[in-house]
């Protein structure tokens, strides 16, 4: 047995013969510096192993594809509408074109295209993949945890443990606005959030509730489901209105979900940002400085994550020995027209 299921892989092969991964790769490569003893070990646990390496198992180095797959875990029809999921799919065409590679993009609608996403992962189509799977019940981060090409997720994959991860620290950009808007005098300050399965949402929820309860204020019943949309965000401050029509402050975990927000409340006659202050997450381009009045948001930068992901692919992929891990790149705090510039 292996201990990653019934496919031996390279680490497998690598501990048999008592070499490093890189070794093995050098090895099962056909490259040359390796020495004849190593050579000959590494051999022989291939074939006892029954290690049979795939086009897709060998590095980008080698370039025996010159392709990478970007997986975007979520119907086609919402990351075609999404801001986020757009500027990902451009940055990781413009990073994978300058290392030489081709951008390869598959959408997973559901579970059911899981299997076949797997078996095309894993039949020598492509040299690695970058993956965005956020929901917490997501059956692909798991089932990709077998495959011998190198992996990156753009943020943490659900409850998946054991994987290489490059996120943006979500929590920490939740407190930083909620503590912006306490700074103004805002007191009671709700927050639309994402979809609950969602651990992106779940941490820029924790980061406002966290920031409130330092403060000394009450967050109950002052959090709504927006689902990262226009509508969502729109819906959701208005059912905050009837709950709280008093509040003076809102923490939106997406763009959308502010620029949403902004319009419910001019429909109501509260104005912003003087009776009600917006601060957005994620500081998108085409919908933070358009959106009339400008967003107040998080910045977080799509391209950095995808060169970092791109980065530490083509690291795994040359054979470093890099132990899974999630990696929390900054954000922060961009102010425009839905603040306040100073306290009242």
Same mark, same amino acid.
């Given at each position: 047995m292996t201990g990653r299921g019934s496919r031996p892989t390279l680490e497998d092969v690598a501990a048999k013969a008592g070499v490093s991964r890189s070794t093995a790769s050098r090895v099962l490569n056909e490259e040359s510096y390796v020495s004849p003893?190593?050579?000959?070990?590494?051999?022989?646990?291939?074939?006892?192993?029954?290690? /049979?390496?795939? #086009?897709?198992?060998?590095?980008?180095?080698?370039? #025996?594809?010159?392709?990478i797959a970007l997986l975007l875990s979520e119907p086609e029809s919402k990351v075609l509408d999404d801001p986020y999921f757009a500027a990902v799919v451009r940055a990781g065409f413009r990073e994978l074109a300058?290392?030489? /590679? #081709?951008? +390869?993009?598959?959408?997973?609608? /559901?579970?059911? =295209? &899981?299997?076949?996403t797997v078996r095309f992962l894993s039949g020598g189509h492509v040299d690695g993949a970058l993956v965005f799977a956020p929901h917490r019940d997501d059956p692909l981060p798991s089932a990709l945890k077998a495959l011998s090409i190198p992996i990156v997720f753009g943020g943490r994959a659900g409850t998946t443990r054991g994987l290489h991860v490059v996120d943006f620290d979500n929590r920490a950009g939740a !407190?930083?606005? &909620?503590?912006?808007?306490? /700074?103004? $005098?805002?007191?009671? !300050?709700?927050?639309?959030?994402?979809?609950?399965?969602?651990?992106?949402?779940? =941490?820029?929820?924790?980061?406002?509730?966290?920031?409130?309860?330092?403060?000394?204020?009450?967050a109950d019943g002052l959090a709504e489901e927006?689902?990262?949309?226009?509508? $969502?965000?729109?819906?959701?401050m208005e059912r905050l209105l009837e709950r709280a029509p008093d509040l003076d402050a809102v923490f939106a975990a997406? =763009?959308?979900?502010?620029?949403?927000?902004?319009?419910?409340?001019?429909?109501?006659?509260?104005?912003?940002?003087? =009776?009600?202050?917006?601060?957005g997450f994620d500081d998108n381009p085409t919908l933070a400085t358009a959106a009339s009045p400008s967003l107040s948001t998080v910045h977080q930068d799509p391209a950095e994550q995808v060169r970092e992901m791109?980065?530490? +692919?083509?690291?795994?992929?040359?054979?470093?020995d890099i132990r899974p891990a999630r990696r929390a790149l900054p954000v922060s705090l961009v102010l425009r027209e839905s603040t306040p510039r100073v306290r009242p």
């Open positions: 003893r190593a050579r000959d070990a590494v051999l022989a646990a291939a074939k006892a192993l029954d290690y /049979s390496p795939n #086009q897709a198992a060998r590095s980008l180095v080698t370039r #025996q594809t010159g392709a300058r290392v030489g /590679s #081709q951008m +390869l993009v598959m959408f997973v609608d /559901s579970a059911d =295209d &899981v299997p076949a !407190i930083l606005a &909620v503590r912006h808007l306490i /700074s103004l $005098g805002r007191r009671k !300050i709700a927050t639309i959030t994402g979809m609950r399965d969602h651990p992106a949402a779940t =941490d820029r929820l924790n980061g406002w509730r966290k920031a409130l309860t330092e403060a000394g204020l009450d927006g689902g990262f949309t226009f509508d $969502g965000g729109e819906c959701a997406s =763009d959308p979900m502010a620029a949403g927000a902004v319009r419910a409340l001019r429909a109501r006659k509260r104005r912003v940002p003087k =009776d009600v202050a917006v601060i791109v980065a530490l +692919l083509t690291r795994l992929a040359a054979g470093e």
